[in-house]
């Protein structure tokens, strides 16, 4: 049997396509999980009631690391 280059492209960039997927799908510990409305409540609340961050120059300043 022989291959010729185009079907072999074809396999390599489907085995590639085959094997980025599944290191995403594992590296993700939230597949699968299904995003609720009680969970994006929770998150609006969450962010409501947290302050604002300061802003990098700041903590730079006020731990002494500006030069």
Known sequence: ???NA???RRLVRAL???VLSELADSSDPD???E???EVAAYLQTYR??????MPVEDVIRE????V
């Open 1 to 3: 049997m022989t291959i």
């Open 48 to 53: 409501a009631e947290q302050p604002e961050g």
């Open 6 to 8: 185009d079907d072999l």
């Open 63 to 66: 731990l002494g690391l500006d």
């Open 16 to 18: 590639v396509i085959e």
């Open 31 to 33: 597949v699968g999980l």
């Open 35 to 37: 995003f609720t409305p």
